[in-house]
């Protein structure tokens, strides 16, 4: 009565899991094989494709080696092959285009007429040294070069030609033993200038002198009750660089007198900074009141060194000796000095 019960306790597990231990077993090798044969089957479709790509290369392996002139035994010496032959195409690309711009060059040449390899050394010859002169830019020497040959002639050659230091050197001692004459001469000027004026060490010496070492005046100047009127009294200085300092003002006209001397202004300063002083021809035109003289004066005298003249006079003798100290003339005006006649 035991077993049976066991039996039947044992079937019934069996049906509650629903299948047996070998039943389970039977089902799984029944899965391993189906797998199995869907990867034979994957397989067995591979190789009938590589069958029909070797059936493919087999007239293109047959039409290599006709003649024996190549052997090729497997399909990778045939890729290699293949691989060898497209970097073999690059190589011949490049080539061609290196070509193409080798006939553009001769092309060049020979409308040059530098076919033969001797001109062609020789054209080579002078860009590799035109290089070595100036590595940035040849050509541009190279074209230096020929606007050389074309002012000295075509026909020019190497050992007629001088260093440039042998051409210039000549022409540019002379122009500057020149130019140091004219300045020695100007200094000669200046000192004579200097040692003629009154010595008391309150005149500065003219700034314009003349080859005699004399005083040249910058402007004339006419004073008038209602302001100036100032022309230039040297046309030899025309081109003199002090007239740069001058602002603009009119000319033989009647004009403020402090339109004159701000226009002066700079004028006076370069003066002081070279320790000399302009001179101007002074004539008197005021009325019979001398306050409008008297200002006009010390207005003059703040940018110039004046020469009082009489308003018939022509030529000047002699200088007023100005007053004051410092080299200045001094603020407050005195009388009026005596005019030269």
């Given amino acids: 009565m035991t077993s049976r019960v066991a039996d039947e306790r044992e079937q019934r597990r069996g049906l509650v899991l629903g299948l047996t231990l070998a039943e389970i077993l039977l089902l799984l090798l029944f899965l391993l094989l189906l797998v ?26 047959e039409a290599l080696m006709v003649g024996g002139a ?15 032959l497209r970097n073999a195409e ?18 060049l040449l020979k409308s040059l007429g530098l076919a033969s390899d001797d001109k062609l050394r020789a ?6 040294r035109a290089s070595e002169i100036d590595p ?17 002639g075509a026909s020019t050659q ?42 008391n060490g309150l005149t500065y010496p003219s700034c314009w002198t003349n080859a005699a070492g004399q005083t040249e005046y910058i402007f004339n100047v006419v004073f008038a009750d209602t302001g100036v009127q100032v022309q230039n009294a ?44 302009f001179y101007v021809k002074v004539r008197d035109a005021t009325g019979p009141s001398k ?10 005298q703040g940018n110039f060194y004046p020469l009082y003249l009489s308003p018939n006079h022509r030529e000047p003798e002699r200088l007023s000796p100005p007053s004051g100290s410092a080299g200045e003339f001094p603020s407050t005006p005195g009388p009026p000095r005596q005019a030269i006649h």
Wanted: charged share 35%.
């Fill in 36 to 61: 199995l044969g869907s990867q034979i089957s994957t397989w067995r479709d591979r190789y009938e494709k590589l069958g029909e790509t070797l059936e493919e290369l087999k007239p293109l392996q």
């Fill in 136 to 152: 940035k830019d040849p050509p541009a020497l190279l074209k230096r070069a020929l606007d050389v040959i074309d002012r000295l």
């Fill in 123 to 128: 054209v080579a010859g002078a860009v590799k």
């Fill in 234 to 277: 040297s046309p030899a200085r025309a081109n003199d660089k002090a007239w740069a300092l001058v602002g603009p003002f009119a000319r033989e006209t009647t004009i403020n007198e402090n339109v004159f001397i701000r226009a002066t202004k700079k004028l006076f300063e370069w003066s002081k900074s070279q320790n000399c002083r």
């Fill in 90 to 107: 690059q190589e011949i690309s490049k080539l061609k285009t290196e070509n193409a711009e080798l006939g553009r060059q001769s092309e």
């Fill in 291 to 300: 306050a409008r003289y008297k200002h006009l004066q010390e207005t003059v």
């Fill in 158 to 199: 190497p050992d007629q030609v001088k260093p440039l230091s042998e051409m210039v050197a000549g022409p540019e001692l002379e122009k500057k033993l020149v130019m140091l004459e004219a300045d020695l001469d100007q200094v000669r000027r200046e000192r004579n200038n200097l040692m003629r004026g009154p010595g």
């Fill in 70 to 84: 190549v052997d090729i035994n497997n399909v990778q010496e045939l890729i290699a092959r293949f691989r060898d």
